[in-house]
């Protein structure tokens, strides 16, 4: 990128809210004459969630390398200081020193996920069936996110819970009980629904199953095995045997490939482009949006494969592509649900149609994500028809400029920052504090590969 026609600015405000609380920040980009050069990307978010959770609730201690502090992560780390596990950070290292699964103390206040629904899902479930009272809840956009999903399958299992809105939402008051194993079929394709299931499976009597439509991210099996439960998996269904010791560990976080995600479409788009992203998560429950990019024509190589627990990584190399539309499936869109907003930059630069359908799952996300990148793409001239359960992009060569909202959603607002990579106008992002609940740091590690 030449900082000649790159250049942002940073304005912070703290006269407005944003739709999650904090300050609103604007960036302005412009064009750039193409990405070089090689970066890590911040550690996968889910995993790090994993970590956290799993360590507090094995015996002994877990080692945490990679660890990802970013505002969500925070939110589940301090709601286990607030359950009185020690947490102790260095760096990006995280050690944490396990309580057991009867360890957790009654927090004395409200746990605050903050954004978070991964915080806010798993923790329904860990805390279904402890022996104390909880409550949980979160800012603007989380209270307004679907939690009856959760509810039912705990409710199924003896959890007892009351939450606002016929018990659907935010802010949630969960009477821990002694559960018994479900054998749960969902109907959704959620990895969060399914990490709450197996999660309170670990205190049930008995067998739990869960069954899912679609697989969904694997990062609660594959901890659960890294601390030793009894956790079997054929095809979609996974089996817990409840009441079994964890045992502290150690884990390494791989770089999130949702994360990755940004630099790769800002890569294929931008004419001039190569890039090196070392130590990406390669977990195949993640790779979607690496098979959906190549279906575009994008050239990406997985390199240096290596297998660190408990996830696979690899150093992924991408070069500037010519990219062609295509239809997208909601099944397809399931293995790569987090990167719908930068697959939209992709196909509103790439020649021809690209349709997503059966993704109706992107309306109740940070944000309505299908509404916010059609507004947004609208904005910058693309054609786009946005319907109830995804949109049709029409490809053009360069983006037009103007002022874009990200609406407090961190996805939405980096991928409207890569789209002025490649726009004749100058873009401005309204509202990026939000970034810095994934990926602090991207704006500087965007500068870095100018
Ligand atoms: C996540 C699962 C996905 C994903 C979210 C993280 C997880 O949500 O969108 O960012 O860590 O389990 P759903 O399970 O609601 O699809």
């Known amino acids: 990128m030449d900082s000649r026609h790159l250049r942002w600015k940073r304005m912070v405000s703290s006269s407005a809210a944003a739709p999650g609380g904090g300050p609103v920040s604007r960036v302005i980009v412009e064009p750039s004459s193409g990405i070089r050069g090689e970066l890590t990307v911040p550690g996968d978010k889910s995993v790090s969630h994993r ?9 002994g201690i877990t080692r945490v390398s990679g660890f990802l502090f970013g505002e969500d992560n925070i939110r589940t780390m301090d709601a286990f200081r607030a359950m009185g596990v020690d947490i102790d950070a260095d760096g990006a290292s995280l050690t944490v020193k396990g309580v057991g699964l009867d360890g957790l103390m009654e927090p004395d206040d409200v746990i605050d996920a903050g954004n ?3 915080t806010a899902r798993l923790l329904m479930g860990l805390l279904a069936g402890q022996t104390f009272f909880s409550v949980i809840t979160g800012d603007r956009s989380l209270r307004e996110r679907p939690m009856g999903r959760v509810i039912r399958p705990l409710t199924a299992m003896g959890g007892a819970m009351a939450g606002r809105v016929e018990n659907t939402l935010l802010p949630l008051a969960i009477m821990g009980r002694r559960l018994s194993g479900v054998e749960y079929s969902s109907p959704l394709a959620s990895a969060q629904v399914k990490s709450a299931v197996l999660l309170a499976g670990l205190y049930a009597d008995g067998d739990t199953t869960y069954t899912e439509p679609v697989k969904t991210r694997d990062h609660t099996e594959r901890m659960l095995k890294a601390f030793g439960a009894p956790v079997s998996i054929d095809g979609n269904m996974v089996r817990i045997s409840g009441r079994p010791t964890l045992a502290g560990t150690e884990l390494v976080v791989p770089g999130d490939i949702s994360s990755a995600a940004f630099f790769i479409v800002a890569a294929l788009i931008t004419p001039g482009s190569e890039i090196l992203i070392r130590g990406v998560g390669i977990n195949p429950t993640r790779t979607k949006i690496i098979d959906l990019l190549v ?3 994008a050239d990406i190589a997985l390199l240096n494969r290596t297998t660190a627990l408990p996830e696979p990584v690899a ?30 930059i992709a196909a509103a630069v790439a020649d021809g149609k690209t349709t997503v359908t059966g993704a109706s799952e992107l309306r109740v996300k940070e944000s309505d994500r ?4 059609a507004e947004g793409l609208t904005t910058l001239g693309v054609s786009v028809e946005e319907r109830p359960d995804g949109v049709t992009i029409e490809g053009r060569q360069r983006l037009g400029g103007g002022s874009v909202k990200s ?3 961190h996805r939405v607002a980096m991928s409207m920052i890569v789209a002025g990579l490649v726009s004749d106008g100058r873009i ?6 939000c970034i810095d609940i ?3 740091g991207f704006m500087d590690a965007l500068k870095e590969v100018a």
Do not use: N, Q, W
């Open 295 to 297: 279906r575009m024509g």
């Open 407 to 409: 609406y407090g959603d």
């Open 116 to 118: 978070s629904g991964t």
């Open 428 to 433: 401005e992002v309204e509202d990026v504090s």
């Open 51 to 59: 970590a956290v959770i799993f360590g507090s609730i094995a015996e």
């Open 438 to 440: 994934s990926f602090p």
């Open 315 to 344: 150093d992924l190399r991408v070069r500037s592509s010519k990219l062609h539309g295509i239809d997208i499936g909601g099944e397809e869109m399931a293995g790569a649900i987090d990167e719908f907003p930068i697959l939209c």
């Open 370 to 373: 299908i509404k916010a990148m």
